[in-house]
Structure formats: structure tokens, C-alpha cells
């Protein structure tokens, strides 16, 4: 039987990165019911310490957000063996050839992405994620990002190494224009393709047979979790600062319970922080409304139909077009997507046309994600070929 392996951040306690990771090994499944697939599980030591919860100085400034984020990390621990786990793992630091040696006879097919599998900032130059075989194997990359590595701190040498590697590629698969441009940049030899991030085509029905709830059930589990009435509605928050969790409280407080996700925060009284990634995927859809900084916040909220308004402060995007604004662009949403913190006052604004509005703009989500979903035709196309 032949066998499809895939390399990404599976293991980073991030709901986003395992989220993308499941859903593009199921989706690469249910194309290919008669191969193997399996997420290669390697790991880089440096980030594997990294998400370990530590007590220092940031803790005990807020202790609160300590404890759930304890809990979290464990909870992500115990959901890894719902991933169809390779059962070589190898966790190691600066040894990019011994680890690509470990697994090039293991797989007909290797995939690398998604998420910034191509932004080496943390985790070295070379790494694994570049594929960089000295045997020659076939290769795809999906909806691989350089996303927030600066082009202008790249150096020379990794510039010709990432060019060599690329060149090997047989499909290369980028999530934004940014890693679009950069791989054009280093060689004028390949062609890389937009492939939406894999979230996109997250298929909801599986989600909530891996968390073994109905739709219903799970709407009243987390209402019970919350300890909110049935007929209360909700507004989703995540990342979202004090000010702008403030305005938002002033504004629709009466009307709507404020729930924040993932990161304690201290300016937000209801908080849903101690979930797996299956109930994280799947809590976007109680929302009315997401508001968020956080890139799978608003794919996962976007999957449930949910509106969302999000925005973009980093330095990075203020110098480059943001993943979160490309992908704002391509569903045709850009005008619920902000770049300033003097656009609060926007945002709120903003919010009560998508709340007054929420049946047209739901719609119009359904539409457009769907028709961003048709962008990894070409890469199944191809992954399908290499398998012949």
C-alpha cells in the first residue's frame, strides 16, 4: 500500500496548527481511501520545551492564566493520539539530514506544510521542514508559509540553500502572497500555487464525531460549561486587548455574553480556556460574532458560518500583506478586516452591521469559502499523479 507522510507543527499547543494538521491528513484520506497517510511525528527539542508551561516572572504576574494554560497543554498531549501519528517520533535539534534520512524510505509521498513551515526564525537553518533529501523522493509542499520571517534578514547562503531545495519540489503549495513572492524571489525555476490553508475544508460532521456529540449535545454541554441560559447569545473573543474588549462590552454587554478563548484574559469575566482542539473547532459556531487577532480564529469561525471581524497590529504586516488580510481578500470580507488600533471605534461599527446582518453575511461566507476550497484541486491533482 503506498504512503502519503506529512510534515507540519503538529505538536505545538496551538489549535490552529493542530486543526490544520488533521484536516489536511483527513482530507488527503478521504481523496485517497486505498493509501496511508500519516503526519511524521518530528519535532524540533527547542519547541517542544517551548510550549511546556514554566513558572517565571510573566506567570506570577498573572497567575490566573497559568493554571488553564497547565491544563491545556495536557489536553493537547491527550487528544496527539487522535493524529494518524507516524510511529517513528523523533525530537532533536540541528540534525536536518539525520532526521530526513530517518523517514526517506517510509513514505511514497511527502508533504510539507501547512502553516509557517517556511519561517526558520525559531527553529533553525536548514531544518527538515525544507525536505531537503539527498535521495530523490517525491515532494509537495501545502500551503507553506514564510510567514513573519523579514525577506531583508535573510541571508545569501540560506537563500541558494531554500532555491536548491525548492527546485526539487514537484508542486509547490504556498497559503498567502508574502511566501508567494519569496519563493519567486530565490528562483525563477519554480511556480508556486495558492493552496488555501487546510482549515478551510474542514469537514464539521468529522469534528464532532471525534469530540462523539451531536451539534445539539455540544451546544449544551458548553452553555452548561459557561453556566449561561440556553437563550443567551454570544460574542466570541480571542486576542483581543483591553480597550477594544471594553468598547465591546459597552456596546453589546446587554445583549450578548462575552466569551474569551485561549489566552486568559483578565478584561473578559466569561472565560472557555480548558477545551481540546476538537471543542475549540467546534465552539465558533455557538458565536454570533468572532472578534480576533488569530488567523485559525477566523478560518475556524468562518467553517462554522460564523461572522468574524479580525485585524492585523504587527510590525510585520505593516510592511507586508498580513496572512489574516490575504485571506480577508480572497473571501471577498476585506472590509471586516482592520490594521490600526485607532479603528476600534470601526470595529464596533462594524460589528453591529455584521450582527444586524448576520443571515446575509453568513451566506456570503458559505459561498466564498467553499469557492477558496477549489484551490488545492491542482495540488490533489498532483499528489494523485505521484502516487501512480
Not at 23 to 37: A, E, G, N, W
Not at 56 to 76: A, C, D, E, I, V
Request: charged share 30%; glycine share 4%.
Amino acid at each position: 500500500m503506498k504512503k502519503v507522510g506529512i510534515l507540519t507543527f503538529h505538536r505545538s499547543i496551538n489549535y490552529g496548527a493542530f486543526m490544520q494538521a488533521y484536516s489536511l491528513s483527513k482530507k488527503i484520506q478521504k481523496r485517497f481511501p486505498d493509501v496511508t497517510v500519516e503526519i511524521i511525528d518530528y519535532t524540533s527539542k527547542i519547541m517542544d520545551d517551548h510550549y511546556v508551561p514554566k513558572i517565571n516572572l510573566s506567570t506570577l504576574r498573572n497567575y490566573r492564566g497559568y493554571f488553564p494554560k497547565k491544563k491545556q497543554y495536557k489536553m493537547f498531549k491527550d487528544t496527539l493520539d487522535r493524529l494518524p501519528l507516524s510511529e517513528k517520533r523523533i525530537c532533536n535539534d540541528g540534525q536536518t539530514q539525520h532526521v530526513l534520512k530517518a523517514y526517506e524510505d517510509d513514505y511514497d509521498v511527502f508533504v510539507v506544510g501547512s502553516d509557517a513551515v517556511w519561517n526558520w526564525c525559531k527553529r533553525g537553518f536548514p531544518n527538515p521542514y525544507l525536505l531537503n533529501f539527498e535521495k530523490d523522493v517525491k515532494k509537495l509542499s501545502y500551503a507553506a508559509s514564510a510567514y513573519g520571517m523579514d525577506e531583508s534578514y535573510i541571508k545569501a547562503e540560506e537563500k541558494k540553500y531554500f532555491a536548491a531545495s525548492l527546485e526539487r519540489f514537484d508542486f509547490i503549495g504556498v497559503r498567502d502572497e508574502y511566501t508567494a513572492a519569496l519563493v519567486k524571489s530565490v528562483s525563477s525555476a519554480v511556480s508556486p500555487q495558492y493552496t488555501c490553508d487546510p482549515t478551510v475544508f474542514l469537514d464539521m460532521d468529522d469534528v464532532f464525531a471525534e469530540i462523539g456529540l451531536s451539534k445539539e449535545e455540544f451546544r449544551a454541554k458548553i452553555y452548561k460549561k459557561l453556566n449561561i441560559s440556553e437563550d443567551k447569545k454570544i460574542i466570541g473573543m480571542m486576542g483581543v486587548p483591553f480597550e477594544l474588549a471594553e468598547k465591546i462590552a459597552d456596546r453589546f454587554g446587554g445583549e450578548y455574553v462575552l466569551v474569551n478563548l485561549y489566552n486568559y484574559s483578565r478584561f473578559v469575566k466569561t472565560q472557555l480556556l480548558d477545551i481540546d482542539p476538537f471543542e475549540w473547532a467546534a465552539v465558533f459556531g455557538l458565536f454570533d460574532l468572532t472578534v480576533t487577532s488569530f488567523f485559525h480564529g477566523t478560518l475556524l469561525s468562518l467553517c462554522n458560518g460564523t461572522p468574524v471581524i479580525n485585524y492585523d497590529f504587527s510590525d510585520f504586516s505593516k510592511k507586508n500583506e498580513g496572512k489574516i488580510c490575504d485571506v480577508m481578500r480572497r473571501l471577498d470580507l476585506s472590509d471586516c478586516h482592520f490594521k490600526s488600533k485607532n479603528d476600534f471605534d470601526l470595529i464596533i461599527k462594524k460589528a453591529e452591521d455584521v450582527l444586524c446582518n448576520r443571515a446575509a453575511y453568513s451566506t456570503k461566507i458559505t459561498e466564498n469559502m467553499s469557492a477558496l476550497a477549489d484551490s488545492s484541486d491542482k495540488f490533489f491533482e498532483k499528489i494523485g499523479e505521484c502516487l501512480q
